[in-house]
């Protein structure tokens, strides 16, 4: 799945570090839940490098969406191209880029560089005008889908986006979903969120025709805001670092998992994973005398 660069690009330079390189194209997330900052801090944590394109911002708290504000296309049309040209891409990754017209912005440079795996994930756009979400979502059926290679997304939203005339007894299965993602071109589709009994949820990644992986997780007691970005962005890194897909799929949610049980509360609102979990002191090794900043007095767990 993962494309090859140039084995002659940068031989001559001998620093250590990530050689995997993910294209991100997401909205700046002043709040540091999701956008960029998601995709930033999870790409690194999973030993690959970001590039970021902003497509937008988003004027959010830790609580919700206010608004947001796009990008010109031409603008991320030229972001973009300028890395393209200097740096060996090894996945896309794409999360919210705010418009239509920023959508074929995107479908264009991934048809440009078509041997580059394309990750896409569809957030929640219940902020948004009710127009606006359809315009955005056909335009990502129409555009962006026909060259996603994975479809990444919750389960009420995918449901609620590629199967809204569903009127079964049963919400539909990731098989479902998948079938559905499908008709559109998306070969891999990871649904997330699936409600289980007992407070339990499970994340499958499928094809239409099959189960390809299946990881159940215990439900936190808290709202998070930056999860659907994280976990996307995750899957993208391990794609580019050559990781099956598959097992990619698994360590992403096993990485999650650590990030939201880890989760804090900077603010008033929602729960924000922590990314950078693994980069902290254990509190039990650590003297709080010694530490460099005051604790915040908000909760730091879910």
Same mark, same amino acid.
């Given at each position: 799945?993962?494309?090859? @660069?140039?084995?002659? &690009?940068?031989?001559?330079?001998?620093?250590?570090?990530?050689?995997?390189?993910? =294209?991100?194209?997401?909205?700046?997330?002043?709040?540091?839940?999701?956008?960029?900052?998601?995709?930033? +801090?999870?790409? $690194?944590?999973?030993?690959?490098?970001? =590039? @970021?394109?902003?497509?937008?911002? /988003?004027?959010?708290?830790?609580?919700?969406?206010?608004?947001? &504000?796009?990008?010109?296309?031409?603008?991320?049309?030229? +972001?973009?191209?300028?890395?393209?040209?200097?740096?060996?891409?090894?996945?896309? #990754?794409?999360?919210?880029?705010?418009?239509?017209?920023?959508?074929?912005?995107?479908?264009?440079?991934?048809?440009?560089?078509?041997?580059?795996?394309?990750?896409? /994930?569809?957030?929640?756009?219940?902020?948004?005008?009710?127009?606006?979400?359809?315009?955005?979502?056909?335009?990502?059926?129409?555009?962006? *889908?026909?060259?996603?290679?994975?479809?990444?997304?919750?389960?009420?939203? *995918?449901?609620?986006?590629?199967?809204?005339?569903?009127?079964?007894? #049963?919400?539909?299965?990731?098989?479902?979903?998948?079938?559905?993602?499908?008709?559109?071109?998306?070969?891999?589709? *990871?649904?997330?969120?699936?409600?289980?009994?007992?407070? &339990?949820?499970?994340?499958?990644?499928?094809?239409?025709?099959?189960? *390809?992986?299946?990881? #159940?997780?215990?439900?936190?007691?808290?709202?998070?805001?930056?999860?659907?970005?994280?976990?996307?962005?995750?899957?993208? $890194?391990?794609? $580019?670092?050559?990781?099956?897909?598959?097992?990619?799929?698994?360590?992403?949610?096993?990485?999650?998992?650590?990030?939201?049980? !880890?989760?804090?509360?900077?603010?008033?609102?929602?729960?924000?994973?922590?990314?950078?979990?693994?980069?902290?002191?254990? !509190?039990?090794?650590?003297?709080?005398?010694? !530490?460099?900043?005051?604790?915040?007095?908000?909760?730091?767990?879910?």
């Amino acid at each position: 799945m993962t494309a090859v @660069p140039d084995p002659d &690009f940068g031989t001559e330079n001998d620093d250590e570090g990530p050689s995997a390189c993910v =294209l991100v194209f997401n909205a700046n997330d002043p709040s540091g839940a999701g956008g960029l900052t998601a995709d930033i +801090q999870a790409v $690194a944590s999973v030993g690959a490098h970001a =590039l @970021p394109i902003m497509t937008g911002v /988003y004027v959010r708290d830790t609580a919700e969406i206010h608004d947001h &504000f796009c990008m010109d296309d031409e603008a991320v049309t030229e +972001q973009a191209r300028a890395i393209l040209e200097d740096v060996p891409v090894l996945v896309f #990754k794409v999360g919210f880029v705010g418009s239509p017209e920023n959508l074929s912005a995107v479908a264009e440079l991934a048809s440009d560089y078509a041997d580059i795996p394309l990750v896409a /994930y569809m957030p929640d756009l219940s902020w948004w005008q009710e127009d606006q979400i359809d315009l955005y979502q056909d335009a990502t059926n129409e555009l962006l *889908l026909p060259l996603t290679t994975l479809l990444v997304g919750n389960h009420s939203t *995918l449901s609620r986006w590629l199967l809204p005339d569903w009127n079964a007894d #049963k919400g539909p299965t990731a098989r479902d979903i998948a079938r559905a993602a499908n008709e559109f071109g998306v070969p891999y589709t *990871l649904v997330t969120g699936i409600p289980l009994p007992d407070q &339990f949820i499970d994340n499958v990644l499928c094809t239409p025709t099959a189960v *390809l992986c299946s990881n #159940k997780f215990e439900r936190f007691d808290a709202v998070f805001a930056g999860a659907g970005d994280t976990l996307s962005a995750a899957m993208a $890194a391990l794609i $580019a670092t050559g990781t099956e897909l598959s097992e990619s799929a698994t360590e992403a949610l096993a990485y999650l998992d650590r990030c939201l049980e !880890s989760g804090f509360r900077p603010g008033m609102g929602n729960v924000l994973p922590d990314r950078l979990f693994w980069g902290h002191p254990d !509190s039990d090794d650590q003297d709080p005398q010694e !530490s460099s900043f005051e604790i915040s007095p908000n909760d730091t767990r879910h």
